[in-house]
Each structure stands twice: as C-alpha cells, then as structure tokens.
C-alpha cells in the first residue's frame, strides 16, 4: 500500500481533531478530539514503520527488526495518553463540580 | 483491486466519516459512540499492517478503558443535547476554515516528498508481533518502561488528589 495513503489519511483524521477542537464548546468533546489526533499520529508511526522495514528487507536485511521502533512509540503514546485521561478527567469532573457546567469559555479567566 | 485494497478503502472512509460524526453530533454519548468506532476502524488499520499487538492494546487501552471513562464521566455529568453549549455559527464556520487550511497546507506540502513512491507493507512482516515487540521492550527499552510504570502512579495519585472533596 503507497505509504502516501496513510500520511494523507493520518492527516486528515488530524485535521478533523484540529477542526473539533476549535469549533466545540464542550470540555469533554474537545478532550475526545485531543485522542483523535493522538490516534491519527499513532497510525502514521505504525505506517512509517512499516515503511521502514520494508526498505530494510530489499536493502538485504533479512531477519532484521528495523521499525521496531516505531510501534514501540505508539505503544508509549498510548500508555502517556492514559496517564493524561485520568488527570484531565479529574480536572473536568472538579470544574463540573465547582461550576456545574462544562463549557470552555466560563473558564477563560482562569480565576473563580 | 485485491482484497487488501478493498478494506483498506473501507476502513478508511469508516475511520473519516466517523471522526467527522464526532465533532458535529449534538449529544456528548453519541460523540462518545462514534469515537469508538473511529478506534475501531483505526485498529482495523493496525491489522491491515500486521501490527497486532497494537492493534489489541488500541481496543483494550483506548476502546475498552478509555473511552469507558468518558462514557461514564459524561453519564454523571448528565450531559445531553439541551445542556450541550453552542459556539456561535460564524465562530464554527472559522474554526472549520482553519483546519480545512492546515488539511491544505500539509497536503499540499507533503503529497510531493522524496516517500512518495516508497510502499508500506501490508499482510505480512514480523515486526509488529508480540515476541519480537517484548524482546526490545524488555532490553534497549526497559528503562523507559519502568519509568512509564512510575508515571501511571503518579497520574494515579493525582487524579484522586484533584478529585477528592476538600
């Protein structure tokens, strides 16, 4: 598969999280479109490092394990962006408490 | 067409439209819905590549326990399409505009790299299985794992500090 395919599919899952964030006023939703993004990246390291193993085994490499490194650091994107859920989560969930809505723009005087 | 073409075509047109039903339906729990199957789509995509650790770690991480944590904070909160807040229509058509720029710019930016003849492989290729991903895992990467176990903890533990009542 032309990797050209991936990085325009990655780009465009991209853009639609850009295009969430900016356009919705909910804390959550724009929380979702941030694990968007993540996810479109971690579909380009996966595509690039296949890309990469395969240009290693026509160049001879032929039980080599070039690439590996990519998907390792999907497989830490994944583990920091579960780590962040559960403090942003707990953010959103004491603003709901103290404010009792989830809307962005009471939140823009970063007081009260 | 072969049959990788066909699914490959498939899942992506899923994983876009379902993105795009993410950020205009009205209500949060559907919002929530289409993104797992966004996820879903997206680990389709992983299999595609022969990457199948991660494909299951992406449904067990994020479809399963993630998106269960959205899906039960939103439940709490009670959130539904009335109390849902509402940008201005002029405020939604700009913000589209600016991501329909960058879709633009890096499009146009990238669709002409020195990459693009090269292939990426697809059905085959035992880079992405578990023996070979545990193996480097558990040797030129184990210091970062062990500090990825010290960072969940301290997630851990903030999340309940900022959550407690006071």
């Known amino acids: 598969m032309p990797i050209n395919y991936y990085i325009f599919l990655s780009i465009a899952l991209f853009s639609i999280g850009i295009v969430g964030v900016l356009t919705r006023r909910n804390a959550i939703i724009i929380f979702m479109c941030v694990e968007l993004m993540l996810n479109a990246v971690n579909l380009m390291l996966v595509a690039f490092s296949k890309m990469h193993y395969k240009a290693a085994l026509l160049a001879g490499d032929v039980n080599g394990t070039a690439g590996t490194d990519g998907q390792l650091f999907v497989f830490f994107i994944m583990v920091v962006a579960a780590a962040e859920v559960t403090v942003g989560l707990a953010i959103i969930v004491m603003m709901y408490r103290n404010i009792h809505s989830v809307d962005v723009n009471f939140l823009n005087r970063l007081k009260h | ?166």
């Open chain 2, 1 to 166: 067409m072969n049959i990788t073409q066909i699914l490959f075509w498939f899942l992506s047109v899923v994983a876009i439209f379902s993105a795009l039903m993410v950020i205009t339906s009205k209500n949060p729990v559907y919002s929530v819905l289409w993104l797992i199957v966004t996820f879903f789509s997206i680990s389709g995509h992983y299999i595609l590549l022969n990457a199948q650790f991660l494909a299951i770690v992406n449904i067990i991480v994020y479809a399963g326990a993630i998106m269960v944590l959205f899906l039960f904070v939103i439940m709490l909160m009670n959130l539904n399409n009335e109390t849902e807040p509402q940008k201005h229509r002029w405020l939604k058509m700009a913000g589209a505009v600016a991501g329909g720029c960058l879709l633009l710019v890096m499009v146009a930016a990238l669709k002409d790299t020195d990459i693009k003849n090269q292939q990426a492989m697809v059905n085959e290729g035992t880079i992405g299985l578990i023996k070979n991903l545990g193996k480097e895992l558990f040797t030129t990467y184990v210091v970062p794992f062990e500090i990825s176990s010290i960072l969940f903890l301290s997630a851990m533990v903030g999340a309940v500090v900022i959550g407690k009542k006071e």
